[in-house]
Structures are given as structure tokens and as C-alpha cells.
């Protein structure tokens, strides 16, 4: 994956979540699952390293309070 830019950790309550599951729709069930948890990224392509196993993703959540205004 390529580097994280620092603008993604700028603050306390960003985080850089790199998922590895067995298939896509795993992957994309996870990030469906954090994302009803927190202000995610939202679903994102993965794709597979050539030789290694599992489908890669990043997904870019923000667990700092969100105003209900």
C-alpha cells in the first residue's frame, strides 16, 4: 500500500485501518461494519498483492465526537 499521508493523523481520533480479509466481500463487510460505527471513508476498492494471499483494503475513520447539530 502506498504511504500514509500525514493529513490522515493530524489529529488525536483519526486512524488508518488496513484490512486484510479471506475475500472482497469480507473486506467489504468490515468496512461496512466500522463504518456504522464511526465517520469512515466509506466502501473502497480492494485489491490483492500478486503471490500473497487475502484482498487488501485502507479505510480512513474519524472517532473524534461528531455534533448532532
Excluded at 4 to 21: C, N, R, Y
Excluded at 45 to 64: I, K, N, S
Amino acid at each position: 500500500m502506498d504511504a500514509i499521508d500525514p493529513v490522515h493523523l493530524s489529529e488525536p481520533g483519526l486512524l488508518v485501518v488496513d484490512i486484510t480479509a479471506a475475500d472482497d466481500a469480507t473486506a467489504q463487510a468490515a468496512v461496512a461494519a466500522l463504518d456504522a460505527l464511526w465517520a469512515t471513508s466509506g466502501p473502497c476498492r480492494t485489491h490483492r498483492v500478486p503471490g500473497e494471499p487475502g484482498a487488501r483494503l485502507r479505510l480512513f475513520a474519524d472517532l473524534r465526537p461528531q455534533d448532532a447539530g
